[in-house]
């Protein structure tokens, strides 16, 4: 389904400011007749219909906060969705929340929309691809961005990025298999060329190259069923695999049902770490170990700087890392 043309498309067209638009919208006489011809003009070409209702509604949000989530099926998201949208609230601000799917032209078309309906503000964990379209608009409109969790926007586009500290987490689970006696260690999930899987396979490949040990890196998306077919992969074509480092928690549960429809005794035969930390990780069987991002706080922090940002012109640094640790449970754990 085609989207619906928003002002940012109108002044696009026209080659107008966003707000020259508005005066346009709300016959000002203040824009000059040839610009309002021409904005109407460009109103008419690509079909934009202007809502007064929605228009009336927008004069009163400006405590508003767009919160944009690339995957809100994944807990971890869901969790830090959550996080932030409490804490805005406890500050008198209303959360205009979009799940994207990892779909740039969807998260285009909800970042429009937000910006349209006045958002004062924007978290958004983003999808890959659209970078451009994306960013362009949230600059056109002047409003405070922070981008989490992925770092995509392009360097011109200014946009402070904020994440756990990806490359560390991964440095301290393959720290802690090794410790655990582990002589092959894998890694399995994440799509190559995103930032996010750069970190985490990152970490990995440097322990195991202060120990001289060969990398098997198995990609993909990251998900419970590539955790379940990893299994029966590394089983039939790496046999002397005894260790894994997974993207995510997803595939690392995943793994756990694939040990157990194949026989294979998880956390003996085959350690396994996950990473984020999500609540399913400890009623697992067995208990999943995981890098935790404390994720519940870093969207208290993420909620907190936004809003000095809007309120106090506390502008971000360009970059910030949050701690992480590792949670061992039995799936990696040795057994005495």
């Not at 970042?111 to 608009?137: K, L, N, Q, R, W």
Request: glycine share 8%; charged share 20%; net charge negative.
């Amino acid at each position: 389904m085609k989207r619906r043309p928003t002002i940012i498309d109108v002044a696009r067209t026209a080659g107008v400011s966003k707000s020259t638009v508005s005066l346009v919208l709300q016959n000002s006489p203040l824009v000059k007749s040839d610009t309002r011809a021409e904005v109407r003009r460009a109103m008419a070409e690509i079909g934009y219909v202007y809502n007064r209702a929605a228009a009336n509604l927008r004069s009163s949000n400006a405590g508003l906060i767009g919160l944009v989530i690339n995957d809100l099926r994944n807990p971890f998201f869901t969790e830090f969705a959550t996080s932030v949208q409490m804490a805005l609230s406890t500050r008198g601000y209303v959360t205009v929340l979009a799940n994207t799917d990892d779909d740039p032209d969807m998260q285009a078309q909800v970042v429009s929309a937000m910006i349209e309906h006045g958002v004062s503000a924007m978290v958004i964990s983003p999808s890959y691809d659209g970078e451009a379209e994306t960013f362009g608009a949230i600059q056109r409109a002047g409003i405070p961005c922070l981008q989490v969790l992925r770092n995509v926007a392009p360097a011109a586009a200014g946009i402070p990025f904020a994440a756990p500290d990806y490359r560390h987490g991964t440095v301290l689970a393959v720290e802690h298999l090794l410790e655990e006696g582990a002589r092959r260690i894998a890694f399995v999930g994440g799509i190559e060329g995103r930032s996010v899987t750069f970190e985490r396979v990152s970490g990995y490949l440097s322990v195991l190259e202060a120990v001289g040990m060969e990398p098997l890196v198995l990609s993909g998306r990251a998900s419970r069923k590539l955790g379940k077919d990893a299994v029966g992969i590394l089983t039939a074509q790496h046999p002397t695999v005894d260790a894994v480092m997974c993207f995510n928690d997803l595939i690392g549960l995943g793994m756990l049902a694939g040990c157990a429809q194949t026989g294979i005794q998880a956390g003996e035969t085959l350690k396994i770490v996950g990473f984020d930390d999500i609540d399913e990780c400890g009623d697992s069987f067995p208990a999943l170990s995981s890098v935790r991002c404390n994720i519940a706080a870093f969207g208290e922090d993420i909620a907190a700087t936004i809003l000095n940002w809007l309120e106090k012109n506390e502008v971000p640094v360009a970059e910030t890392r949050s701690q992480v640790d590792l949670i061992v449970r039995e799936s990696s754990r040795r057994i005495l």
